[in-house]
């Protein structure tokens, strides 16, 4: 900003030294000043003169009319004012040893009254730019204009000129003049406003130092005695008269603070109330449409408390929008949400947790509100310590007394796991409240302090978290149920793994939300973010590439995002947007596949870049890459060039059954190196891209669903060949499934070894079941035959005997005369001679 004025200034310069250019080209002078001209101003020709006259007369005169009737700093002025209004009431009221004094929420809250007002700083600076931008282009264009005109007037042949051209260049001289005359007035007041704003800068950066200051010296104190022993606290002089003028000097910068925030309509704050706006009448219009199934009792409890409750669901989901959607709001502001959350966090919890946590959600809740009440005694110092003591012992008696009170009661089977885990939390709870209570009785306050409101805050703000992830994934599984969203693809097929991804993010998103407050309650958030920003930041170095341990994190992060994105998109494209459009066979999968590739790389580009990669060093990289192409990934890229001509050509989609280098099922995706193939007999194959196009493809689907049935049977020598066909032509033509065009035909292929050969061939457009019809179609000519008393012959071979022994012979004649089989024969007595 400062390079910006002194920019700015030079041009204000050069712009009060235009009248004393004229002037100096008006007063006759054996050597006249030579003007500025730039290397990039245009010589003019005499030609040109009269056509170029009227163009700069022109721009000069929009130039002056611009200054007429803009006047930014009348707009830019008052915001300028009130944020240097709320830096210097912050700098007087608070004194660096006041700031000590204070109690550390109120130090936190001043220290977000700084960021805001350095961002609306920040903001007013990007007003400026861009109400004053045509400030310094207009300047330098004038600068060039003037420039070039002045340079016909000091050539050597600017007394051969026409009269009336140098009339002409005089004018087009005295209005670019007078342009720039007009011009530095706003220069200078933008000069000004920006000087203003660099001062304030400098004082809004003081005070964050000196909060910033004072909170690592309150942090400092939680390790030491601050107070005299509780038994000495009569013998302290207290200065309450002060400590209440301090209070009440903080609390109306506090209200100033959410009166300026809330009058700053930032981004999150307008979407706020858009969510606030747009949830009240959901949850009344779910509510009303409820009605009947929660007086029946169909409905489970859950959900039937929170939608027949719809306005504390409504005030507990807006009190968590403010916490979740305004992060620096003041801290007075955070707090008043939290305790109109109390009643709706009471009244939305689930049936089965209030009767599983019996008294604990009261007992929090009203030890909260408690806490809260505490600023009361904010103004004796005395008074607010032994309220600490009384809250400290409430709270370690009611969770001792809580402890006692589930000891006898029976704990389902299914809970007892988290019913163990409360207690273990309840007893921390209770070692925590023992240390503050010691702590504040030896004298160190400060320690005392922080620990009580951590386990009382950690607590509530988790009964919070509770109810609110209840409350959202109760709505969640309402709103997929309805008839309206349940007709989408989506919804219908995806609905149970949609939910449990939301149950799962919901929860992460509450742990994580809950260990940032308690961290920042027990006072180590500051101490864990730097130490954690100085890991991250540790750089690794290897020639012209520079790698962080936050570079990694983030690429790792942007790439689990990128390909949840891209399946997410590929996912709404297969299923919602694609199969609604009349496109040709496999363009939708190709388009949704497509696309995924798409959004992946566009987001590995992103994620390279958010990692601090520059071109330079993916060059390297890349380069590396093209190595290992040329030597050992060629089929690789093969199969990646293959996989984008099947999605241009669509020789196969998924669904289709192919039959490829011996393997035999149905097409189940197609990516980018290979495709997943589901044979019959239930195997996943995988078949490299490369392969689909270099082998021979048999693709039984491509263009229909049909299939051709084909079955083969041989009948007895004798059978009429023709009453055959008639017999089974009928057969076929009503077998379910077999259509009637093409026509069924029943063929009569030749003569066998012991059988008439016949072939009955027969279409089905139902592919996937052409196996069960071709199976009855057999049975029902198997029982036509049989009724017909058509005989389907088996194998047969006559054995002539040209001669046998006398003992063969004799054994086949007994045989023949008593009917049984005779002896059995060996190779001597059975001979052919």
């Known amino acids: 900003m400062r390079v910006r004025a002194r920019i700015l200034n030079g041009l204000f310069g050069w712009m009060l030294c235009l009248p004393s250019l004229v002037s100096a080209q008006a007063t006759p002078a054996p050597t006249p000043p030579a003007a500025p001209a730039p290397a990039t101003a245009a010589i003019i020709t005499m030609a040109e003169i009269p056509l170029r006259a009227d163009t700069d007369l022109r721009y000069a005169e929009g130039v002056l009319q611009r200054v007429a009737t803009t006047d930014p700093g009348a707009t830019l002025s008052p915001p300028l004012d009130a944020i240097a209004k709320s830096a210097d009431e912050k700098l007087y009221e608070f004194q660096p040893a006041q700031l000590r004094t204070l109690p550390i929420m109120r130090v936190e809250s001043l ?58 260049v005089d004018a087009v001289l005295a209005q670019l003049t007078a342009a720039g005359q007009a011009l530095s007035g706003p220069l200078s007041r933008q000069v000004e406003l920006e000087q203003r704003a660099n001062a304030i800068e400098e004082r809004i950066k003081a005070g964050q130092r ?112 403010v916490l979740a959607l305004e992060p ?19 009244r939305l919890l689930p049936p089965a947790a209030r009767r599983q946590l019996d008294e604990w959600p009261r007992v929090i809740t009203a030890l909260f509100l408690a806490e809260r009440l505490g600023f009361l005694f904010l103004a004796n110092t005395s008074f607010y310590r032994l309220s600490t003591v009384a809250l400290t012992a409430l709270a370690l008696a009611a969770i001792l007394w809580l402890l006692h009170r589930t000891r006898h009661q029976t704990t389902p089977a299914a809970s007892a796991r988290l019913a163990s885990i409360l ?91 809950w260990a940032v407050y308690a961290m920042d309650r027990f006072r180590i958030l500051r101490a864990t973010y730097a130490f954690m920003t100085e890991v991250l930041s540790y750089t690794l170095t290897v020639g012209e590439i520079s790698i962080s341990l936050g570079n990694v994190l983030v690429f790792l992060i942007s790439v689990v995002i990128a390909f949840w994105a891209a399946r997410t998109i ?18 939708g999968n190709s388009i949704a596949s497509l696309t995924y590739y798409l959004v992946l790389l566009l987001g590995l580009g992103i994620a390279l870049s958010a990692a601090g990669f520059q071109t330079s060093q993916l060059t390297i990289v890349f380069g590396a890459l093209g190595v290992g192409i040329g030597f050992g990934l060629q089929n690789v890229v093969n199969n990646f060039v293959s996989g984008l001509i099947l999605m241009f050509e669509r020789p196969v989609q998924p669904g289709d059954v192919v039959d490829i280098a011996g393997t035999s099922g149905q097409v189940r995706d197609i990516g980018m190196r290979a495709t997943r193939i589901k044979t019959f007999e239930g195997a996943d194959v995988i078949v490299p891209n490369g392969t689909l196009l270099s082998e021979k493809l048999t693709n039984w689907t491509m263009l229909d669903r049909s299939r051709r049935i084909e079955v083969s049977i041989g009948l007895a020598y004798g059978t009429e060949p023709r009453r055959v066909i008639e017999l089974l032509d009928p057969v076929a033509r009503q077998t379910p499934g077999v259509v009637t065009e093409p026509a069924p035909t029943v063929l009569f292929m030749g003569f066998g070894a012991s059988t008439l050969d ?57 045989g023949r005369r008593t009917g049984e089989p005779g002896p059995n024969l060996s190779d001597s007595d059975a001979q052919a001679r």
């Not at 009382?456 to 919070?464: A, K, M, Q, R, S």
């Not at 009955?760 to 457009?765: C, Q």
């Not at 198997?782 to 054994?811: M, N, T, W």
């Open 328 to 346: 620096d709001a003041p801290l007075m502001v955070q707090q008043v949400a939290l305790v109109l959350a109390a009643v709706p966090v009471l």
């Open 758 to 814: 016949f072939s009955i061939r027969a279409w089905t457009y139902d592919f996937d079941r052409w196996i069960d019809i071709r199976s009855d179609l057999m049975t029902r000519m198997y029982d036509a035959l049989r009724e017909a008393g058509i005989e389907i012959p088996f194998p047969q071979r006559d054995l002539h005997l040209r001669s046998v022994s006398d003992k063969a012979s004799a054994a086949l004649g007994a």
């Open 423 to 513: 207690r273990a939390i309840a007893w921390g709870a209770a070692t925590v409240l023992c240390v503050s209570l010691a702590a504040n009785v030896f004298g160190n306050v400060s320690l005392a302090e922080m620990l009580t409101s951590a386990v009382i805050g950690c607590g509530y703000f988790g009964l919070v978290l509770y109810a609110g992830v209840t409350v959202i994934i109760t709505l969640l599984q309402l709103l997929l149920t309805r008839q309206g969203i349940s007709r989408f693809r989506l919804a219908r097929e995806h609905a149970p793994p949609l939910v449990q991804l939301m149950i799962r993010l919901l929860t992460a998103a509450a742990a994580v939300g």
């Open 210 to 321: 000196q909060v910033a200051d004072a909170i690592n010296d309150i942090d400092a104190r939680l390790m030491r005695v601050d107070s005299p022993p509780l038994w000495d606290l009569g013998k302290t002089r207290d200065d309450s008269e002060g400590t209440l003028a301090l209070l009440r000097t903080g609390l109306d910068i506090e209200l100033r603070f959410a009166r300026d925030y809330g009058a700053a309509d930032s981004g999150n704050q307008r979407a706020l109330h858009v969510l606030q706006v747009l949830l009240l009448p959901l949850l009344l219009w779910l509510a009303r449409k409820s009605r009947d199934a929660i007086r029946a009792g169909v409905m489970s409890e859950t959900a039937a408390g929170v939608l027949g409750r719809p306005l504390s669901t409504w005030l507990l989901l807006s009190m968590l929008g």
């Open 111 to 168: 220290e977000r009254h700084w960021i805001f007002d350095a961002r609306r700083l920040a903001r007013w600076h990007a007003d400026l730019r861009q109400a004053t931008a045509w400030y310094a282009t207009d300047a330098a264009e004038l600068f060039r204009r003037h420039a070039a005109w002045q340079a016909i007037k000091d050539s050597p042949t600017a007394a051969s000129l026409p009269p009336a051209l140098a009339d002409r």
């Open 570 to 587: 590929r996912l709404i494209l297969h299923d919602e947007v694609l199969t609604r459009m009349a496109l040709p066979r496999g363009v």
